[in-house]
């Protein structure tokens, strides 16, 4: 038995996974954001009742540096730089592993979803922004500092000017240009606008596109267009043979096929079947992926 913890920035899941990896016993419970000691008090109650010989596994949203532990995260400012795997540890009298909810995303999807049977796994979550992990024979490749995976950085968009020009904005990363700041939900929403559609959520942005709206095809043309040429690079570097995705964009189904579609006509090798796939493990990827991480 593992428990499992998959923590964002507004709630705490909690499960216990069999040797199976399936999931019983779930607690949710909100973050505590702010306040560190009544961060570690939720984890201990969830935890509450299990022999301290069973370890627990943690998902979070933030990037975990392997070598000094600490954790950096946006939404849970509580933790930030606190090297949590041996702080909790320490503070729950129990075996803790903490690993990025991506990675733990796309690990779930490698062992147990449409990444099953695959040597080569790159998860794609297109959720407010972009992320990534790489699974190679069934373990995730980090990194040195916790980022591998993070495919929606580097200045992928040139500045230019004129009609139809795509913006090359400021991201949260430091840099300018990177598909982060178009790729997901809020992203596509921005470049809708900038290409003269006007303020719409990407929900509605995309009903219309599926309608045959104009302005709405334009904007998910430039957006194909440039997912695909980042997402055809690392199909080519990793050698990856399935991209599960995961995040709010990747229930668009239609959105997801023409993605593939764009994705498979720009990669090197030949690939008859489906290479961007929608996630099989919606809700509980987090929980899963965390429940195999291994030391």
């Given at each position: 038995m593992i428990l499992c913890a998959d923590i964002g920035g507004s709630y705490i899941?909690?499960?216990?996974?069999?040797?199976?990896?399936?999931?019983?016993?779930?607690?949710r419970m909100p973050t505590p954001t702010t306040d560190l000691d009544r961060f570690v008090s939720v984890m201990n109650d969830m935890a509450a009742g299990y022999d301290a010989t069973i370890p627990l596994h943690i998902a979070i949203a933030g990037v975990c540096a392997p070598r000094s532990g600490q954790t950096r995260t946006a939404n849970i400012?509580?933790?930030?730089?606190?090297?949590?795997?041996?702080?909790?540890?320490e503070r729950l009298g129990r075996r803790v592993l903490v690993a990025n909810d991506a990675h733990c995303f796309a690990l779930s999807e490698a062992m147990q979803g449409a990444g099953a049977g695959h040597d080569i796994v790159f998860g794609i979550i297109l959720g407010t922004g972009v992320g990534g992990?790489?699974?190679?024979?069934?373990?995730?490749?980090?990194?040195?500092?916790?980022?591998?995976?993070e495919w929606g950085h580097g200045p992928f968009i040139a500045e230019a000017t004129g009609p139809g020009s795509i913006p090359s904005l400021p991201c949260q990363c430091g840099q300018r240009?990177?598909?982060?700041?178009?790729?997901?939900?809020?992203?596509?929403?921005?470049?809708?606008h900038h290409l003269g559609g006007g303020e719409l959520h990407a929900r509605s942005l995309l009903a219309q596109w599926q309608e045959g709206d104009g302005a709405a095809r334009r904007t998910v043309d430039v957006w194909l267009d440039r997912m695909s040429a980042g997402l055809a690079m690392v199909a080519n570097v990793t050698g990856a043979s399935i991209m599960p995705a995961g995040g709010g964009l990747?229930?668009?189904?239609?959105?997801?096929?023409?993605?593939?579609?764009?994705?498979?006509?720009?990669?090197?090798?030949?690939?008859?079947t489906p290479l961007v796939v929608p996630g099989h493990l919606p809700g509980e990827s987090g929980l899963i992926g965390a429940s195999w991480l291994k030391d």
């Open positions: 899941d909690f499960a216990q996974a069999d040797a199976k990896h399936e999931l019983s016993h779930r607690k400012p509580c933790v930030n730089g606190v090297p949590l795997r041996r702080f909790l540890t992990g790489l699974i190679i024979d069934g373990r995730p490749v980090i990194g040195p500092g916790g980022l591998g995976g240009g990177c598909l982060d700041t178009i790729g997901g939900a809020r992203g596509i929403e921005r470049l809708h990747a229930h668009q189904v239609a959105l997801i096929e023409a993605l593939d579609r764009t994705v498979r006509d720009r990669i090197l090798r030949h690939q008859e």
